[in-house]
Structures are given as structure tokens and as C-alpha cells.
């Protein structure tokens, strides 16, 4: 069977060589239709989108009082001062976590999202979006963190599983762009690295380590 090399290979090569600059590959990219957000509407939808869902569900209660709308009574989830101190080191170290990822992944990009480069070291070792996980975890660790403003109720937890789905179907679609990108190397690398299961991510690592 012949190997898939991919869609940017050659992009790659002559980059490298200086016979293209980021500007030209960039335009080729989109050319192609291999950019981040291709085929999407709006770029990042899905998780815009998610987003959105967030607020409005995880807001509800406040929207609630400031235009006087008694339309139900939402019991709220009590929080103990514990959690949320826990969950405020978390939200520091997720934030931290998110930098880096996003510092390691345009420092090998041509401009912004936009990579012909596969990325497979660092936090891209451990699971294949963390950007999207620690981003996912900082919508969680938030939610705890500002329960005594903002009520912590059965529509943050319906909020917080709208971010989630969302999420998911956002780096499915980058996935797919990603397997034109990078052919065999990307479907190697789906197989050594967990998408968000940073556990198993981990044990891997110290498999190929080993």
C-alpha cells in the first residue's frame, strides 16, 4: 500500500528550503483548504457555540434576579471554601498549562493555528488537544471558584456538558483536517496519543519512553 505522506509535505520541504515564506504557504494552505477552520462557517462554531450555551445556562440565575423574572426556583449546590481554593490552584495551573500549549504549538506554526508541522512534543506527548482539555477543566474549575456569585446549579452541570460536547465536535472537525494534513504520521500519532485521557496519555509516554 502506498504510504500517505500527506497534504503539506511538500509545503513543508520548500519552506524549509526558503522557496516558499510563511505568507505563501499560508496562501497555498488555505488554497487547498487545509486551514484550521475549513468547511466551518464561522471559525471555532462549535466551540463558540459551547460557549454561548455556557453563559447563558450558567448565568441563568443571576439573569433571573437582575430583570425580576420569577420563572422557577433553581436550588443551588453549596460549595465548601476547600473546593474552591482546590479548585482555584487547579484553574492556575490549567491556565499556565493552556500558554504553553499554545506557546509550543505557533512557536512551530507558520502564523497563528495554522501548522505544517506536527507537533508531538511537550503536552502535545500526552494527549493530542491540550488546549481544548485544560480549557475544558477551566470552564469546570470557574464554575467552583465563583460559586458564592454565581449559583452552582443542575444548569452548570447542563452547561458545563454543552462546553464538553461542543468541544468535541470542534477537534473532531480539526482532526479530520489534520489526517489530509500529516496522512500515516497523524494516524501514528492518533494511535500513540490520547485525545483528552491525560492518565493514559501519560502511561504511553512512559511506555515509548521505556
Request: charged content about 25%; some cysteine; overall charge positive.
Amino acid at each position: 500500500m502506498k504510504r500517505d505522506e500527506g497534504e503539506v509535505k511538500d509545503l513543508a520541504e520548500k519552506l524549509k528550503q526558503g522557496k516558499l515564506t510563511k505568507e505563501e504557504v499560508l496562501a497555498e494552505m488555505k488554497k487547498r483548504e487545509l486551514y484550521h477552520h475549513t468547511g466551518e462557517p464561522v471559525p471555532g462554531i462549535f466551540a463558540i457555540s459551547g460557549m454561548i450555551i455556557w453563559v447563558v445556562l450558567c448565568f441563568f440565575p443571576i439573569i433571573c434576579v437582575m430583570f425580576n423574572l420569577n420563572i422557577v426556583d433553581i436550588p443551588s449546590i453549596e460549595i465548601p471554601g476547600e473546593i474552591s481554593i482546590i479548585a482555584f490552584i487547579f484553574a492556575a495551573t490549567m491556565i499556565s498549562s493552556l500558554f504553553y500549549s499554545v506557546h509550543l504549538r505557533e512557536k512551530r506554526s507558520v502564523t497563528g493555528d495554522e501548522n505544517i508541522v506536527l507537533v508531538k512534543t511537550g503536552a502535545y506527548g500526552v494527549v493530542r488537544h491540550p488546549a481544548a482539555l485544560c480549557g475544558l477543566i477551566l470552564f469546570l474549575a470557574l464554575l467552583i471558584i465563583f460559586a458564592v456569585k454565581l449559583p452552582f446549579t443542575v444548569l452548570s452541570v447542563l452547561g458545563e456538558i454543552a462546553v464538553i460536547i461542543c468541544v468535541y465536535l470542534q477537534v473532531l472537525h480539526e482532526e479530520k483536517i489534520n489526517i489530509r494534513k500529516w496522512g500515516d504520521k497523524y494516524r501514528q500519532y492518533v494511535k500513540e496519543v490520547p485525545r483528552f485521557n491525560f492518565i493514559k496519555g501519560l502511561w504511553n509516554l512512559r511506555k515509548r519512553g521505556n
